[in-house]
């Protein structure tokens, strides 16, 4: 099997940032739910309209769902040499039935503490037509986008809180069941971005 890579780490710790250059330098397609999700969502599918009354608030999408789409994508002809999962696995029976389909080689674990992660993803905007993350304070958009930027449904204080809470108590066990596995990477992301971009790049040489 191919090597995969896990990017994990709470609500607004940077996956999204970071990936782009983790995948320039490994080749490997972002595999990120989190987009999958929203594009469902654009596209008014059921599977998206279904994930909606989660997403919105900050809860879990059930795993059964998040799995089935995995496994769909994880056969498409891009994957064959891993990818790069971004915000997935979220559970252990998602890292479970990962182990199934797919051999991770590494998880980068981007730690960044709570009292941060209201204030990033608050000022998050993203373009929709590039897909590019900014931030108005920490990575303020040129001007020439400025007027198209969105922001997401979710990236409100309330739903952020959830998202939080979610992640402490369904997803932060992950670390620990990596870690026994001897293949859990740490990273300060509580630095500048390059900062954080630089530790990465250390992990994958
Ligand atoms: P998802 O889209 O995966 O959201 P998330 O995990 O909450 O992560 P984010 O996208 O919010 O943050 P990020 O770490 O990518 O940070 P970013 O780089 O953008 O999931 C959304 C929802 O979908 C979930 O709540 C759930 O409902 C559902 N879902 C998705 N996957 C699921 C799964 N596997 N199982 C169940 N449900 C699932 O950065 C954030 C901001 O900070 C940006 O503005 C950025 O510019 C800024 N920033 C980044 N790095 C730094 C830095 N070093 N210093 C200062 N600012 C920074």
New binding site residues.
Partial sequence: MSESIVLF?P????????AEAIVAATGKPQV????M??AALTAGTVLGLE?KK??EV????P?EV?IGLIADRMNQQDARDGVLF??????IP?AEALAEIASVSLVIS?EVPDESIVE??V???MDPDTGE???VN??PAPSEVVGRLIQRK?DNEEAVRT?LT?YHSQTSPLADWYSEKGILKTVN?N???DD?AAEISQLLL
Avoid: C, N, W
């Fill in positions: 780490g609500p607004g710790a940077g996956k999204g940032t970071q990120s739910t989190g987009d999700l929203r994930a989660y997403m900050g809860e879990l999408v795993d998040i971004d915000g997935f696995p979220r559970t998602q981007i990033r993803i000022g998050r905007r993350i900014y931030h920490f990575r979710d998202r979610a992301g630095q500048p971005m954080v």
